[in-house]
């Protein structure tokens, strides 16, 4: 069994920061790309970043320069690091990885449940 439990979520005033974690945990034998996607209300998920095993990170056009996704492979944990914030991006955030299990030795993709980010005055 594996699971991703994402926190750091909250409400933040229009140009502050906040720090979301995804700590994946259970049966891994090893995880591949993790990534951030969010889903604001009445709007498809989109992607918001992603980050290999190795550290090469991809952000969506509209978050470059103001988010950071890094990771620590020691922790199994993926992170994102916002600011500038902005009311547009009031959303849930979602982590996903790609992951290894001890159990079937595949690669499978695993959702974390969300965390509800608001940005508000």
């Known amino acids: 069994q594996v699971q991703l439990v994402e926190s750091g979520g909250g409400l933040v005033q229009p140009g502050g920061s906040l720090r979301l974690s995804c700590a994946a945990s259970?049966?891994?034998?090893?995880?591949?790309?993790m990534g951030w996607h969010r889903q604001a209300p009445g709007k498809q998920r989109e992607l918001v970043a992603t980050?290999?095993?190795?550290?090469?990170?991809t952000y969506a056009d509209s978050m470059k320069g103001r988010f950071t996704i890094s990771r620590d492979n020691a922790k199994n944990t993926v992170y994102l690091q916002m600011s500038s914030l902005k009311p547009e991006d009031t959303a849930v955030y979602y982590c996903?990885?790609?992951?290894?299990?001890?159990?079937?030795?595949?690669?499978?993709?695993?959702w974390g449940q969300g965390t509800q980010v608001t940005v508000s005055s």
């Open positions: 259970g049966s891994i034998l090893s995880i591949l790309a």
């Open positions: 980050i290999t095993r190795g550290g090469t990170a």
């Open positions: 996903n990885a790609d992951i290894i299990s001890r159990g079937t030795m595949m690669s499978s993709n695993y």
